[in-house]
């Protein structure tokens, strides 16, 4: 791991999504689409552990309600050290019964102080600014801080384009499923502003693309890095 001093250190930043043919994360509304193939499944699990932190917004644990664990039975090996699962909350959304919060392995919900929220004790609260968006290098140098060198950026398409626009991406991994979904109300890979021109868009390279389960993986990194990244944990 490359040295970086208090004011530039955070972890290793990846995304990963898995997106229809036509860009779409899920079904209208944001119900969730069967889009990775076992494969790409497993694949999730070793980033999972191997970066040994995963994050998502409010909006995905609003809708899907995941665990964040790592499912060690779809790589056929006994369960290890779960990653720290973080979740983004910057107005106080995050349901109480959400499996987040069920004190199972290391969970920090990121918030504001405009949230007025209090989270059960089983998790750290950590409060990034004055809201109503969660300050996400202030977040990762807090994670650094913790121990953490790896985060992985699972989504959903808001939480994708604030670390992108925001240059805090160090890869991005995005599984094409051979499907299409149509429609206006399927959530796209990047949500936030719209972007009017070639200046404003993010713009990545590719480093591979390889088949996987009857769609595709492709590896992209930043065109124009922020900083100096920390090298890959993996």
């Given amino acids: 791991m490359n ?27 944001g119900k969730r689409a069967p889009l990775s193939g ?3 499944l497993q694949r999730v699990q070793r980033l999972r552990a191997g970066l040994g932190a995963v994050l998502v917004g409010v909006g995905t644990v609003v809708l899907d ?7 060690w039975e779809l790589l056929e090996q006994p369960p290890g050290r779960e990653p720290i699962r973080i979740c983004l909350d910057g107005t106080g959304r995050l ?21 007025h929220r209090h989270y059960p004790a089983t998790v750290e609260t950590l409060v990034t600014g004055d809201g109503p968006e969660v300050d996400l290098p202030t977040l990762l140098h807090a994670l650094w801080d913790r121990g953490a060198r790896g985060l ?3 989504g959903g398409a808001h939480v994708i384009a604030s670390f992108l626009r925001d240059s805090l991406v ?25 972007t009017h021109s070639s200046a404003e868009w993010v ?8 088949p996987l389960d009857d769609g595709v993986l492709i590896s992209l990194r930043p065109r124009h890095p922020s900083g100096l990244p920390p090298p890959s944990p993996l």
């Fill in 152 to 154: 992985l950026v699972e």
């Fill in 95 to 115: 349901p109480p019964g959400a499996r987040l919060l069920d004190g199972s392995q290391p969970t920090i919900v990121a918030t504001t102080r405009a949230a």
């Fill in 38 to 40: 076992p494969r790409d």
């Fill in 203 to 210: 713009e990545l390279l590719r480093e591979s693309v390889e």
């Fill in 170 to 194: 160090d890869r991005m991994t995005v599984y094409v499923a051979p499907v299409l979904i149509g429609g206006v109300g399927a959530p796209p890979m990047m949500a936030g502003p719209e």
């Fill in 3 to 29: 040295g970086r001093g208090p004011a530039t250190s955070r972890p290793f930043v990846q995304v990963n999504c898995a997106v229809s043919l036509d860009g779409r994360l899920a079904f209208s509304g």
């Fill in 65 to 71: 309600d995941p665990s964040l664990r790592v499912h």
